[in-house]
């Protein structure tokens, strides 16, 4: 059995894997790797998905844990693995136990993992633009140093995401980040006309992490709405009228 290709970066010195939709068993929509259980996918094939991502990066499938995501800025301390699907409802996780693996699913929002070697703690957020306006990595980065890491020696890098070519927003979206912060401004280009506009989430995402001390910042080069035989996007599958969506799983491990 192949196992799935995954992408990573330098900047964590840690085994970790942001995964595309190749080299599952899923069909369908949701082919191949799907990895949310929170779909309509058969739990069956989102569990192989997950074990291929896990055996991937020389991972125990039984030591990965995810989430019940739900847009907001709570972090979850992992200290035991918890059941498939089990998971609390919060959008990151930290952990500084050796063989726990963090898993988060997107399908468009920035999924960001995180790794401070020196101390062995690493972390794992889904950042769409509600999280990350209500601080879900500086959250991250929080929960982090309380396990003993320190953020100038925290890397942190963001995966595959909506690109901000991809991401035409209306007025509601871009008065909900300028009304946190008027230099949010910069994260936003012209649209097609005076009432949308193109928002930036990695680049929202890039800097809210500087700020809160990262030593380093890895960005996406991927766009997840474009690329799709590789990646799942919700964006996507609105355009086209809707339907069932897989989601891509990241992962890190100690």
């Not at 192949?2 to 085994?15: E, I, Y």
């Not at 993992?113 to 690493?122: C, P, S, Y």
């Not at 633009?129 to 601080?135: F, I, K, N, S, T």
């Not at 890098?157 to 949010?184: F, T």
Request: with cysteine; hydrophobic share 50%.
């Amino acid at each position: 059995m192949s196992l799935p290709p995954f992408l990573s970066v330098s900047a964590l010195a840690v085994r970790h894997g942001f995964f595309t939709r190749e080299g599952g068993v899923s069909t369908g929509a949701f082919a191949a790797l799907n990895g949310s259980l929170g779909g309509e996918d058969a739990r069956a094939n989102v569990l192989e998905n997950r074990a291929r991502a896990a055996r991937a990066l020389g991972a125990d499938p039984a030591m990965m844990v995810g989430l019940t995501q739900v847009h907001g800025a709570a972090v979850a301390r992992v200290e035991t693995v918890w059941a498939p699907g089990a998971g609390p409802a919060a959008d990151a996780m930290v952990t500084a136990r050796a063989g726990i693996a963090l898993a988060i699913v997107t399908a468009d929002c920035a999924p960001v993992l995180f790794a401070d070697t020196k101390a062995g703690v690493i972390g794992a957020a889904h950042a769409g633009w509600r999280g990350a306006l209500a601080g879900v990595l500086e959250a991250t980065v929080a929960a982090m140093v309380a396990l003993g890491a320190a953020p100038s020696r925290i890397g942190a890098a963001i995966g595959p995401c909506i690109a901000k070519r991809s991401y035409e927003v209306g007025a509601d979206l871009r008065a909900a980040v300028l009304g946190q912060d008027a230099a949010n401004a910069r994260f936003f280009a012209p649209g097609r006309d005076a009432a949308h506009w193109q928002f930036d989430l990695p680049g929202l995402c890039a800097a809210r992490l500087a700020a809160a001390g990262t030593a380093t910042v890895a960005l996406p080069a991927s766009d997840t709405v474009t690329e799709a035989a590789r990646f799942f996007s919700h964006r996507r599958r609105t355009l086209a009228g809707g339907g069932p969506i897989g989601h891509q799983l990241s992962v890190i491990v100690l």
